[in-house]
């Protein structure tokens, strides 16, 4: 879907980003981590155009995005930011509709895409004729992100996007995220500095440091391999085991064929979230069921310490 060849970005002199090389397949879910100034927002607006690389070459869907009208490439692309940029003086209706009325879609049709991404951003239909000052920083972070979505773009790009929500409007926003990723099958380029958000939602995560990439993998490759001291130390090796364990689900580590009586909990929790469970219910074993609401199986305390193997 992406590739970078060779990038080079300049500021003033000063490298932003240093022979960067990078592929990103179609369909996955890529987290660019690093410290700040590592040049993460620069490697992702080089992508739409934002910012014009120096030397080497972006591909987009196979072609030089150089020889792209720019305008034609954004529009292809989906872009959120952590300072939002809504247009004030639209309503929230008219701020998702930005792309589509762009590209000049029948009133009829923009008018049922609002209504379908309200819906799937857990967004009141209410609030579609208010303005973005009458709603809410958590409000207002979904409207962002259903504008980046609204013409159903090839490519998703989302500049810290969740920044600006209190820890549990956050996750609430990073499961929907997901859901719509693994629903659509789109391509999502994600920025953050957040380590858990990075463990939660990415499939590839690469971790960039003074403009160029550390490491690149899948997280459990980087924070069981790291590639460096760099690397070894920005995942920090205190909460490593807890970060582990964010990895693997209560479903995947439960054992078959045992069964227990007794509050289940589901398949899809995170081994973290089994081990609070496991120390507020003062216990070792817990029944898992699956979404059927089936039980699935037994997950022991001990498994939890066997996660390093099995992810
Ligand atoms: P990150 O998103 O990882 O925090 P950035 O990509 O924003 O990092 O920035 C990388 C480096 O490039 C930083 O040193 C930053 O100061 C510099 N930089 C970014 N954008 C500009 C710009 N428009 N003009 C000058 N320097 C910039
Ligand atoms: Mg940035």
Redesign the pocket.
Known sequence: MIEFNQVS?V??G?E??RNLTLHIEKGSFTV?I????????????MINRL?EHDSGEIRFAGEAIERMDARALRRRIGYAIQSIGLFPHWNVAKNIATVPALLGWPKAKINQRVEELLALLNLDTQLASRFPHQLSGGQQQRVGVARALAADPELLLM?EPFGALDPVNRQALQQEMLRIQKLSGRTVVL?T?DIDEALTLADQLVL?DG?EIVQQGRPVELLTQPANAFARDFFGRSELGVRLLALGRAGSAARRGEWLEGEPIAATLTLREALSQFIARRTDKLPVIDQQQQPLGVLHFSDLLRQRETN
Do not use: E, R
Not at 34 to 45: E, I, P, V
């Open positions: 970005k500021f003033a000063k932003a980003v660019l690093g410290t700040s100034g590592s040049g993460k927002s620069t490697t992702l607006k910012v500049d920025v500095h960039m403009g």
